[in-house]
């Protein structure tokens, strides 16, 4: 089944312990994209990967890491948490705009994680 | 810069009426606009795009870029209809999406 799929679902932690937040899609797709939602906010985007080493911001990055090394995994780092940072995160993925079909393509999400930074 | 409003942050209709949920845009190059749709407990899922022009569970949208709007709109709603409807604008060739604030659909028996 295609999907997104991010682990873990839940996590309760505290200020200053690094933690990581897998996703992983088994679609072949070349691009990939942090969100976090903030109710009254909807869904802003955190970082996003157009390929295997290519990272850009999105429009809040701050506060968070990502790596890109492989094609099927996105995962998303926060080296020292903060409660500001507690939040429900989404990852996502969709064909990227060099791959056939690619163009004006949706994003897939995964089934989100939720994070709570005491 | 690009933004995405959703005035309604909550829709109450009782079922068969008629429903609309307004988005309106701003963005200075040539729109990529979606609907996406999340219910109870489950992942955000696409329902709309503008370039489809297709109708999904009865839902369509046009794009009306005099007015800088996307109004998601079906002529009958249903109970199973209710969950949070997010407008979004994709820019940068694809790469950034922009959300509206979402608003949430309650359909009444």
């Known amino acids: 089944e295609a999907q997104v799929t991010q682990n873990p679902r839940y996590l309760i932690t505290v200020t200053g312990k690094k933690l990581t937040v897998t996703c992983s899609q088994n679609m072949n797709h070349e691009y990939m994209s942090w969100y976090r939602q903030d109710p009254g906010l909807g869904l802003r985007q955190i970082y996003y990967s157009m390929n295997v080493e290519v990272t850009d911001k999105g429009d809040v990055p701050e506060g968070y890491k990502v790596s890109r090394k492989e094609k099927r995994n996105f995962p998303l780092i926060l080296e020292s948490p903060s409660p500001n940072q507690t939040s429900l995160y989404f990852c996502a993925s969709k064909l990227g705009a060099t791959q056939q079909g690619g163009k004006n393509q949706p994003q897939h999400f995964g089934d989100g994680t939720r994070l709570s930074i005491l | 810069a690009q933004r995405v409003t959703q005035p309604e942050k909550l829709l109450s209709v009782f079922k068969g009426a008629p429903v609309e949920l307004k988005c309106n845009y701003s963005?200075?190059?040539?729109?990529?606009l979606f609907w996406y749709v999340q219910y109870s407990r489950q992942r955000l899922q696409l329902l709309l795009r503008h370039i489809s022009r297709e109708s999904i569970k009865g839902f369509t949208a046009d794009l009306n870029k005099g007015e800088t709007s996307f109004h998601l709109k079906k002529p009958f709603a249903q109970e199973e209809d209710s969950a949070m409807y997010y407008c979004a604008l994709g820019y940068n060739a694809g790469n950034m999406l922009t959300f509206g604030g979402g608003t949430r659909l309650m359909v009444k028996p």
């Open positions: 963005y200075s190059g040539s729109p990529e």
